[in-house]
């Protein structure tokens, strides 16, 4: 399937957006997610199904000074 991940075209068999975090190997903990202009809470994210086109904002915090 086609995502559209921040901006970028991409080819992905996973099936929710908990397989697609996984994949990416994304910390959970300062992950922020963004599916077609709607925030998922993380609980969510086993529970939401990818489809062909979607498109998803995948942000993460750092810390720093």
């Known amino acids: 399937m086609h995502l559209i991940l921040n901006g970028n075209t991409e080819e992905c068999a996973c099936t929710t957006l908990a397989e697609l975090i996984d994949h990416k190997g994304l910390h959970k903990e300062a992950l922020i ?3 077609n202009g709607a925030i998922i809470k993380q609980e969510q ?9 979607d498109q998803l ?8 000074g």
């Open 57 to 64: 904002e995948l942000l993460n915090f750092v810390g720093g």
């Open 45 to 53: 994210w086993p529970a939401t199904t990818l489809q062909d086109g």
């Open 33 to 35: 997610v963004e599916l």
